[in-house]
């Protein structure tokens, strides 16, 4: 990557190094395309520090106004917003201020990078013909398309853009997007989804210049429930978004890159690559440290000023962000997940050494935050309860989507704190407020995602003052080690490790309804006599009635 101009003279201003870096990027789609867009940055440049009006610089005061861009500073110095780390939440529109500098890449005077800039130019715009009906932005779980799209691109997008924000599930996606499109136009007549969006397209249910935006997120859930070629509601409804009226987002872990390509082709939608597809890039190292740094700051590990970091603190940061990457890049959650890792540590090498390096940071910070010796009392205490609600909110055995949400109820009996409330108010304070692992998930919406279903996307979210109705996990990254955490401890147990077969082959007989995949006559009596029936799932329990009926 290209030295950044301010360090070689920090008197240069920060628009002119955009600029120039811009010019530098490597990726050709990060620099400009044309190169009257590099002539409008530098006249607007111009305007902005130099001392001569545009149009009336003359060829022999170029010299000495080239010498006043380049030394020119504002008169008020800007300060950035101050990043605040949310853990594994996604960060939404309250960040909105500070978002834009944990991305990477070059940006365009509005400080928005390409990757910003090339989804919200298309959807502002309202000529059918010069957008899309439906768009798709993929990538690895944890690279931050929630973040981007809830923190990056909804606060700044235009009054004229009506924006219906939902979090995919498996089972009541269009019942809840139809109760958000009557919330955002409840003149809605239709009781049908399809017939709502149809509605929407074709009656003047929107004012003149209007459109509506549908962004589904986590829409794995969905695919993954929806496997077969049918045509599904969803299908159908979005069938009726023509770009111009009523379009359509949908946001996607890559590995369910084939299963969003049929999608796609069910809405008989092309997927063209830099029109209505892109996909969300990881952290190159180099950034990758610069928002470390930035997090460290945030929870006061590290000096305000980059300039005072001892050699040592360096060396931290270059080593924690090696051993996060993978082939030059970095997952950003698994930056904030080792930040609160590191919250209340010293930000030294020798820590890194103590913990053992930077890798499996997921397992290392679930053990450590409740089996180590150094846990807080309470987090100790709410163990075994907190396990237990935890494997509640898992995915089913083979799964690594984030899994569906739990009612409050669901989670109290789980916990074992059913006959003591205010002990699972403490478990859940734990859960959500301090570790993050779970997050509030409202039934009737989808999510807590922070950007309002209902109103203009540049209003901030207004805070929802009753308890949370149901959770989930706070971040699909999360199953993996989570999983691992949980099956650590119940392989030390003949219980444990029966309850982890059952598991598996129920996974396996649900996926084909088969004798042959049904537990033996000795795992079907040790299913019996070591794991509890009252814990085994619908799936276990249909597989144990198909097994008993098969041996007996």
């Known amino acids: 990557d290209a030295k950044p101009p301010r360090q070689i003279d920090d008197a240069i201003p920060g628009e002119l190094e955009r600029i120039c870096l811009k010019c530098l990027s490597k990726r050709m789609t990060d620099r400009y395309s044309t190169a009257a867009d590099l002539a409008a940055d530098l006249k607007h440049c111009r305007m902005r520090f130099g001392s001569l009006p545009a149009g009336k610089v003359r060829a022999e005061g170029a010299a000495a106004a080239e010498n006043n861009l380049l030394h020119q500073q504002p008169t008020v110095a800007f300060v950035p917003p101050r990043i605040v780390p949310k853990g594994l939440r996604s960060f939404d529109a309250h960040d909105a201020d500070f978002f834009l500098q944990l991305l990477p890449g070059p940006t365009d005077r509005e400080g928005l990078p390409e990757s910003l800039r090339f989804w919200k130019t298309r959807i502002e715009q309202t000529d059918a013909d010069a957008t899309f009906s439906v768009g798709l932005i993929y990538g690895p779980s944890g690279c931050g398309k929630s973040s981007s799209i809830k923190a990056g691109l909804l606060p700044r997008i235009a009054p004229h853009v009506l924006p219906v924000y939902l979090e995919a599930t498996a089972d009541d996606t269009e019942v809840r997007l139809l109760r958000g499109l009557k919330k955002q136009c409840p003149a809605l007549a239709a009781e049908d989804l399809a017939g709502a969006i149809a509605e929407l397209r074709t009656a003047r249910r929107l004012a003149a210049g209007q459109k509506l935006l549908i962004v589904l997120d986590q829409f794995e859930q969905w695919l993954h429930a929806h496997p077969g070629p049918q045509a599904e509601q969803l299908v159908l409804a979005l069938r009726q978004c023509d770009g111009g009226h009523v379009q359509c987002l949908v946001m996607v872990r890559d590995d369910f890159w084939m299963a969003a390509t049929r999608f796609m082709r069910q809405l008989e939608v092309p997927l063209v690559e830099g029109h209505n597809s892109a996909a969300v890039d990881l952290f190159p190292r180099r950034h990758a440290e610069k928002v470390l740094t930035s997090f460290g700051q945030a929870f006061g590990s590290l000096p305000e000023n980059t300039s005072e970091l001892t050699s040592d603190q360096r060396h931290f940061l270059t080593q924690a962000v090696e051993g996060l990457s993978e082939e030059g890049k970095v997952i950003c959650v698994r930056l904030a997940l080792f930040a609160e890792m590191m919250k209340g540590r010293p930000w030294k090498t020798a820590t890194l050494v103590e913990m053992g390096g930077a890798e499996g940071v997921g397992v290392t910070f679930l053990e450590e935050t409740f089996a180590s010796e150094s846990a807080p009392p309470d987090h100790r205490y709410h163990q075994q309860a907190a396990r237990s609600v935890l494997k509640a909110l898992l995915p089913e055995s083979g799964s690594n989507i984030k899994g569906q949400m739990r009612s409050r109820e669901e989670l109290l009996s789980a916990s074992g704190y059913a006959g003591r409330p205010h002990e699972f108010d403490d478990l859940l304070r734990v859960l959500d407020g301090e570790l993050r692992l779970i997050t509030p998930a409202d039934e009737g919406s989808g999510g807590s995602g922070g950007v309002p279903v ?85 799936v276990q329990r249909r597989m144990m009635r198909a097994a008993t009926r098969h041996h007996w």
């Open 454 to 538: 209902q109103g203009s996307s540049s209003q901030p979210p207004t805070p929802n003052p009753q308890p949370p109705l149901a959770y989930q996990l706070s971040h699909d990254y999360l199953v993996p080690s989570l999983r691992d955490w949980l099956t650590r401890k119940q392989k030390e147990t003949r219980r444990g490790r029966a309850e982890l077969l059952l598991a598996d082959r129920a996974a396996v007989w649900n996926a084909r309804q088969e004798s042959r995949h049904l537990p033996s006559i000795w795992e079907h009596l040790s299913f019996v006599l070591l794991t509890r029936r009252s814990h085994w799932s619908e």
